[in-house]
């Protein structure tokens, strides 16, 4: 029996395929791995299911986009998760993440934790003004919580963000029922314990949300895979610039309407030093 379904969660090489006929745990065919490709979680496949037979993964159809940490694929946004303070945020790990989404046409709502705590009103202001949809959230009362359920209606959405950020404890405001565990903050080192192993999507308003394991800001140094000719159209303050030159990279070139916006303070210092080490990044990679 031939049947057509979503892969709903991914667990030591067993996938859950959700399906019109109910739920299949699956193995993939061997094939995936010698072509060098693997199911992600999201993604929508075709299934055998036989009498008195494991069900197998036969293909994979098409992706609208992925992403390798975690791996997901067709997703519709991002939550990205933000704390306050414990950790505080990085502005450069964000800008990073959010040009991986921006490249992959997946939508990033930026979710600022730990309000209670601290306030990031300026923080916050940078991505209003790029016209993000941003989420101040204070995880111990809910508050704003309800707004975000409203927003990600009918969207795959999962929730991204370093380790001790919250989003365990977002995902339990959202659907108290799952209880996740959510891990307390290391102050020695300044980051949360990795309390998600797995990823799975779960159902919610006409779509699905899902939380993802956390990662280290060493572990989002190796997450980008942008052409670097392609990184400014992936900053929402460069990608219409018309500069003197078409070729223009907003860096040293003469006639830069990205670098005049900068010196007038239209243009976050911080979004552009964050573009401006990437590119430097992605360059090096390149040599190497």
């Known amino acids: 029996m031939d049947l057509k379904g979503r892969i709903i969660k991914s667990v030591g090489g067993i996938y859950e395929v959700e399906t019109a006929d109910g739920n299949y745990s699956c193995k993939a065919r061997g094939v995936f791995r010698s072509r060098g490709i693997s199911p992600y979680t999201g993604d929508f496949v075709r299934i055998t299911a036989e009498d008195n037979a494991e069900p197998v993964i036969e293909e994979i159809l098409p992706r609208k986009n992925e992403i390798v940490r975690p791996p997901m694929a067709n997703l519709d946004a991002v939550l990205l998760v933000i704390s306050a303070c414990e950790p505080f945020p990085n502005a450069y790990v964000i800008d990073k993440l959010i040009a991986v989404f921006e490249s992959k046409g997946i939508e990033t709502i930026p979710v600022f934790t730990k309000q209670d705590k ?4 300026a923080l916050m202001a940078v991505y209003e003004k790029l016209g993000y949809r941003c989420f101040p959230v204070d995880n111990t009362t809910g508050q704003g919580t309800a707004e975000i359920k409203e927003y990600i209606k009918g969207r795959t959405t999962a929730l991204i963000g370093n380790s001790g950020v919250g989003k365990s404890s977002l995902i ?27 990823v799975t999507l779960y159902p919610y308003g006409g779509g699905y949300i899902a939380d993802t394991p956390g990662f280290s800001t060493v572990e989002v140094n190796r997450y980008i895979d942008i052409p670097k000719e392609e990184l400014k159209l992936c900053f929402r303050e460069m990608a219409e610039e018309k500069c003197r030159f078409a070729d223009c990279v907003h860096l040293r070139e003469a006639g830069c309407t990205v670098r005049e916006k900068l010196a007038a303070g239209e243009i976050a210092k911080s979004r552009y030093e964050s573009y401006e080490r990437m590119y430097g990044e992605l360059s090096a990679a390149e040599r190497y």
Request: charged residues 35%.
């Open 118 to 121: 601290s306030d990031s009103a």
């Open 172 to 198: 339990n405001c959202i659907f108290p029922e799952l209880a996740r565990e959510t891990g307390e903050i290391s102050k020695k080192l300044g980051r949360g314990r990795h309390t998600t192993r797995e």
